[in-house]
């Protein structure tokens, strides 16, 4: 194989799912669990099937990956009648030894821009 065709290889093409999901192959610098909680930092009220289309992941992925944040103190989900609102908390330290100096409010902060 080339060096050209290895390069190209490894650039990250996307699409669109004919579900609206955009899929990404290749790599990125943050996890789906990272892509899920800053999508539900900027909208809180997000039901998990539009955050699915958003991150390019399935519904379910999504849920397993919300029991995790929930589960591990990173977010707190709130009933309000029959749909869920997502509290982000943004005081809790990153997970990875590496970072665990910072906050998730300053991912956040660096991943979204508002």
Do not use: C
Request: proline fraction near 4%; avoid cysteine.
């Amino acid at each position: 194989m080339t060096k050209q065709v290895k390069a190209r290889n490894r650039q990250v093409s996307r699409t669109i799912e004919p579900n609206g999901a955009r899929t990404f192959s290749g790599w990125t610098f943050l996890t789906n669990h990272g892509h899920v909680l800053a999508v539900l930092h900027l909208a809180p009220e997000k039901v998990l099937r539009e955050v699915a289309v958003e991150v390019g992941i399935t519904e379910r992925a999504v849920q397993r990956i919300v029991q995790d944040l929930e589960e591990a103190g990173f977010i707190e989900r709130e009933r309000i009648g029959r749909h869920n609102r997502y509290k982000i908390l943004t005081n809790q330290p990153l997970r990875h030894p590496i970072e665990s100096h910072r906050k998730v409010g300053d991912l956040l902060k660096l991943v979204n821009e508002d």
